[in-house]
């Protein structure tokens, strides 16, 4: 038979939810890029910009798998954290071209 151990503490379910959402991110990131590049390979902003989002989230992944093996490097740590601010940067200016076009 199997059992369920629900008697975790709240730091343990908010490292696994973050981890399931940042997993989620990654593959939609993926996902949109591949789209991008079958679609719009032509339109260069959204192509590179989109490589470049591909890019920070991969290596937003690597670091964030780094900081567990190096029980919590302070400088991995705070790369991880810029990987992900520069990533949201980058969708706040695809929302902004966005916004552009829609008035357009």
């Known amino acids: 038979m199997i059992s369920f151990n629900f008697d975790y503490h709240l730091g343990q379910w908010v490292q696994m939810g973050h981890r399931f959402l940042a997993g989620i991110a990654f593959i939609w990131t993926w996902k949109i890029f591949l789209n991008i590049k079958r679609d719009y390979r032509e339109s260069r902003v959204m192509f590179k910009g989109w490589m470049i989002a591909t890019a920070f989230?991969?290596?937003q992944v690597i670091l964030g798998a780094f900081i567990i093996f190096t029980i919590g490097n302070l400088f991995i740590a705070l790369l991880h954290a810029l990987f992900i601010a520069?990533?949201?940067g980058l969708l706040c200016y695809f929302l902004l071209l966005s916004y552009r076009s829609l008035k357009k």
Do not use: A, G, K, V
């Open 86 to 88: 520069l990533f949201f």
């Open 57 to 59: 989230i991969s290596i």
